[in-house]
């Protein structure tokens, strides 16, 4: 009779579980989190409520008025934004910051630090962005374009089929 050989399962050392080492940490000195903590998700701003911590926020974040700055945009996502020199500029409550224009996103900026992200309402006014939201979500215009594009590339697959 032939019989299949018996198979031993491979032996699997046992995994040692580090000593747990519970300490007391040096307070922070900073009230500034570090950088990356914004790397995952953009909680500055969402997670304030309307108190003194926003004002005191937009204050560390705020410039001197831009010379001249001219006219604000009228239309579309930038509308209340001001352009000077290759930046963009927004004036809320009565100050001014330099912002960012990223994709969708506009943050407030302040040379390597970067801030809240800002949304304008109905009347293109300007203020903190709370929404909670997950970090590179990518564009909604690169998106757009993407399903575009794989309609354009079905309709032409679908032609080739009904030529065949």
Same mark, same amino acid.
């Given at each position: ?10 032996? +699997? ?36 409520? #309307? ?57 407030? +900026? ?24 997950? #970090? ?8 757009? #374009? ?5 309609? #354009? ?12």
């Amino acid at each position: 009779p032939t019989e299949a050989p018996e198979i031993a399962p491979p032996q +699997i050392p046992p995994v040692l579980k580090p000593k747990l080492i519970i300490g007391t940490l040096a307070p922070l000195t900073k009230t500034e989190l570090p950088q990356e903590h914004y790397e995952v998700v953009h909680t500055s701003g969402a997670l304030m409520g #309307r108190s003194s911590k926003r004002a005191n926020l937009l204050d560390s974040f705020s410039i001197a008025a831009p010379d001249s700055p001219g006219q604000p945009r009228t239309e579309g996502a930038l509308r209340g934004l001001y352009a000077k020199g290759g930046k963009w500029y927004a004036k809320m409550s009565g100050k001014w910051f330099e912002v960012t224009v990223e994709g969708d996103q506009i943050c407030i +900026i302040d040379g390597a630090r970067s801030g809240p992200p800002v949304i304008h309402d109905a009347r293109g006014q300007w203020q903190i962005d709370t929404r909670l939201r997950l #970090r590179g979500g990518g564009s909604k215009g690169a998106r757009q #374009r993407v399903v575009a594009e794989a309609r #354009r590339r079905s309709v032409e697959l679908l032609a080739e089929l009904n030529q065949f």
